[in-house]
């Protein structure tokens, strides 16, 4: 079986190829001019260059392909329109390429975003996959004008679309700064209440694409991928500095007011110097919600989704790779 996935050297979409690997499947990895190799190095794997608006490369890129897994975009952009244009209308060109280039092909899957869904309105009642989307910037709503187009194409071949919630693990860029925040004693809190999510190890997320992919049960469907425990930034916080030795930290609280107002000004100043960053009024607006929690009971019944890595765990692994690879 050959799968191609976009993405592939990224944090998320490293971790799927080496799952695939790991399940015997021919692994034909998508890279992009500038792409950093570094996870992909020395891997059984086919490199191949690609853009999601060239339809050459995409249709080198897909021959006799049995599986695609989707998890390139972009999370960052400097206006609004960026958004829809790389996760949007990058997808179905994906699409429309694997229309016309994979006639058998076994699945399509998309990774999504919990954030699709929106925010739950209490901790006692997670999002599902039976509530109405409520995406609250524009990251999200690119998200899900993508899905729609997936989900389109799914009269044409089995589609799958997954929902992840924020991810952690080895490789992952975006929570280190964080725990490195936290080795110099400086702890940072959004709000004055604590606010809850749920997390994924980037492994069993991986490995729920993998079951995903292969199960008739989840043709058409999407699901929402996370560990159902939820956390609060107060506990990842704790956890943090238990296992960095910082018994005392400064805590720095910020107001919700504050954390739109610097994410916007953030914003403005980046889209001057034309370089745009993750941290942006998109990221504010995610900041300040309470909940992030979502319900996986759908993941569990269709294909038998049980993540290895319990919060916790999911935490400490992080950090560990983290000290272990000298980042911390």
Request: charged share 25%; with cysteine.
């Amino acid at each position: 079986m050959i799968a191609f996935i976009t993405g592939a050297t990224g944090f998320i979409g490293s971790h799927i190829t080496d799952v695939l690997l790991s399940h015997g499947f021919r692994v034909r990895c998508g890279f992009r001019e500038h792409s950093n190799l570094q996870w992909l190095k020395d891997k059984p794997v086919e490199l191949v260059k690609y853009s999601l608006f060239d339809e050459k490369s995409l249709s080198d890129a897909l021959k006799e392909v049995d599986y695609i897994i989707h998890c390139g975009g972009t999370i960052m952009a400097k206006k609004p329109s960026v958004f829809f244009h790389v996760n949007r209308d990058g997808t179905i060109n994906l699409l429309k390429s694997a229309l016309e280039q994979t006639p058998n092909l076994k699945r399509f899957v998309y990774i999504s975003s919990q954030t699709v869904g929106g925010p739950a309105k209490a901790l006692t009642e997670p999002i599902s996959e039976f509530d109405q989307p409520n995406p609250v910037t524009n990251y999200a709503k690119s998200k899900k004008e993508a899905e729609d187009h997936v989900l389109e194409y799914g009269k044409y071949f089995p589609v799958t679309i997954l929902r992840p919630s924020a991810v952690v693990g080895p490789r992952d860029p975006a929570i280190f700064t964080i725990f490195k925040s936290i080795k110099n004693r400086i702890v940072i809190l959004i709000g004055m209440k604590k606010k809850y999510l749920n997390i994924i190890h980037a492994v069993d997320l991986a490995e729920a694409t993998y079951n995903a992919a292969i199960s008739d049960n989840t043709i058409g469907k999407i699901y929402y991928i996370a560990d159902e425990m939820p956390v609060s930034w107060n506990e990842i916080m704790s956890i943090g500095k238990r296992e960095l030795n910082r018994n005392f930290t400064l805590n720095i609280h910020f107001p919700h007011f504050f954390v739109l107002g610097a994410a916007y000004s953030f914003e403005q100043f980046r889209r001057i110097i034309g370089k745009p960053h993750p941290f942006n009024l998109d990221k504010g607006r995610d900041f300040i919600q309470k909940y992030w929690t979502c319900s996986v009971d759908c993941a569990k019944k269709d294909f038998n989704f049980s993540p290895k890595f319990s919060p916790e765990e999911a935490v400490l692994d992080t950090i560990r790779w983290y000290v272990n690879n000298k980042w911390l």
